[in-house]
């Protein structure tokens, strides 16, 4: 099947350190079940080394720009919309969006059924933000599917992590944004932001859960990057996107990502001896570096870059740099 690639995602610099831009030579839909159709596409060497990208959010959907961190000639490129977002359907910003069928255990399930059908063995797993506790998540339940790791903007979905960017942590440096978030919450809900947002993102009705969405969405987009990016907080504006961004995203939340606290890390045994690489910016203040070291100190046979020059964004220049050159070094090891 034939898709169509809409346009998106950041505008990219000329002095980017990615791969030129390349479309992909196959897509498709994979029926997963519970009425889920979830959106692949496959680019670069059709014989070459799989590596599937898992994207962030949960809730942001791929863009065209995201097969770039692979070098074409050398890597089977594996795109997917996960459930509920992008172009997988039904879409989570419908009115009357079902998200009993939008969990961790879909999601990984949903990642093994695409590996099987598209006929790899085994494939490199490279994930950022939520991208990244998906990844740990799925290679800790299939250890035999990963050839290797590359971990971006760590997060883990811990009460800490989640308390920081949504419930005023970040707001000590970010009191002007804050505010903004703050506004379609009453002053007696404030306590509790995650949950007060859940209940309007919730709602059925255009007028209560559009604005809680643009506000939850703005919020983040406004401040992933190390200096403030308009385009990318102008495109999570859409009331369509915001929607479904912000409701899968504090659904994961609400349910911690239905997970024990600390698990993710707590289960580094398991995957161990999967060469990996550990790319944290050191100035995120999304997922800040708290929990990239914690990680990092449970597993340090991991390889770890900081990059001094970045925030949570995998469009900032060093960390594209770091990024390349974990994919670029793991392509050599496979020639």
Same mark, same amino acid.
């Given at each position: 099947?034939?898709?169509?690639?809409?346009?998106?995602?950041?505008?990219?610099?000329?002095?980017?350190?990615?791969?030129?831009?390349?479309?992909?030579?196959?897509?498709? /839909? #994979? !029926?997963?079940?519970?009425?889920?159709?979830?959106? *692949?596409? %496959?680019? $670069?060497?059709?014989? &070459?080394?799989?590596?599937?990208?898992?994207?962030?959010?949960?809730?942001?959907?791929?863009?065209?720009?995201?097969?770039?961190?692979?070098?074409?000639?050398?890597?089977?490129?594996?795109?997917?919309?996960?459930?509920?977002?992008?172009?997988?359907?039904?879409?989570?910003?419908?009115?009357?969006?079902?998200?009993?069928?939008?969990?961790?255990?879909?999601?990984?399930?949903?990642? /093994? #059924? !695409?590996?099987?059908?598209?006929?790899?063995?085994? *494939?490199? %797993?490279? $994930?950022?933000?939520? &991208?990244?506790?998906?990844?740990?998540?799925?290679?800790?339940?299939?250890?035999?599917?990963?050839?290797?790791?590359?971990?971006?903007?760590?997060?883990?979905?811990?009460?800490?992590?989640?308390?920081?960017?949504?419930?005023?942590?970040?707001?000590?440096?970010?009191?002007?944004?804050?505010?903004?978030?703050?506004?379609?919450?009453?002053?007696?809900?404030?306590?509790?932001?995650? /949950?007060?947002?859940?209940?309007?993102?919730?709602?059925?009705?255009?007028? %209560?859960?559009?604005?809680?969405?643009?506000?939850?969405?703005?919020?983040?987009?406004?401040?992933?990057?190390?200096?403030?990016?308009?385009?990318?907080?102008?495109?999570?504006?859409?009331?369509?996107?915001?929607?479904?961004?912000?409701?899968?995203?504090?659904?994961?939340?609400?349910?911690?990502?239905?997970?024990?606290?600390?698990?993710?890390?707590?289960?580094?045994?398991?995957?161990?001896?999967?060469?990996?690489?550990?790319?944290?910016?050191?100035?995120?203040?999304?997922?800040?570096?708290?929990?990239?070291?914690?990680?990092?100190?449970?597993?340090?046979?991991?390889?770890?870059?900081?990059?001094?020059?970045?925030?949570?964004?995998?469009?900032?220049?060093?960390?594209?740099?770091?990024?390349?050159?974990?994919?670029?070094?793991?392509?050599?090891?496979?020639?």
């Amino acid at each position: 099947m034939k898709s169509a690639r809409p346009a998106g995602g950041p505008k990219m610099k000329k002095t980017d350190a990615l791969y030129p831009p390349i479309e992909p030579h196959e897509t498709g /839909e #994979l !029926l997963v079940g519970d009425g889920h159709r979830v959106y *692949w596409e %496959v680019s $670069g060497n059709p014989d &070459g080394k799989p590596v599937v990208f898992l994207h962030g959010g949960p809730g942001s959907g791929t863009s065209p720009w995201q097969r770039r961190f692979f070098d074409p000639k050398v890597y089977r490129i594996v795109l997917f919309d996960q459930r509920g977002c992008g172009r997988s359907t039904p879409h989570a910003s419908a009115p009357d969006a079902d998200f009993r069928y939008i969990t961790t255990a879909h999601l990984i399930a949903d990642i /093994e #059924l !695409l590996r099987k059908n598209l006929g790899i063995e085994k *494939w490199q %797993v490279f $994930g950022g933000s939520w &991208g990244s506790a998906l990844a740990l998540a799925y290679a800790q339940a299939h250890p035999d599917a990963v050839t290797e790791l590359v971990l971006r903007g760590i997060f883990t979905l811990r009460r800490v992590e989640l308390e920081w960017f949504y419930e005023g942590g970040a707001a000590a440096l970010f009191p002007d944004l804050w505010e903004s978030f703050l506004a379609p919450i009453p002053v007696l809900e404030r306590s509790h932001m995650i /949950e007060a947002y859940h209940r309007r993102l919730f709602d059925p009705d255009p007028a %209560v859960h559009v604005p809680a969405a643009i506000a939850w969405s703005t919020w983040e987009a406004a401040t992933v990057t190390l200096t403030p990016d308009a385009a990318q907080i102008g495109a999570m504006s859409d009331p369509e996107k915001a929607t479904a961004f912000a409701r899968i995203e504090n659904h994961f939340f609400v349910h911690r990502g239905w997970w024990e606290e600390g698990q993710l890390i707590a289960g580094v045994d398991v995957i161990r001896h999967i060469p990996t690489v550990i790319v944290q910016g050191r100035h995120d203040v999304v997922t800040p570096m708290m929990t990239a070291w914690d990680l990092h100190r449970a597993w340090p046979e991991a390889e770890f870059v900081v990059v001094d020059d970045a925030g949570h964004a995998a469009t900032e220049p060093g960390t594209q740099k770091a990024l390349r050159a974990a994919t670029d070094r793991f392509a050599r090891a496979a020639r």
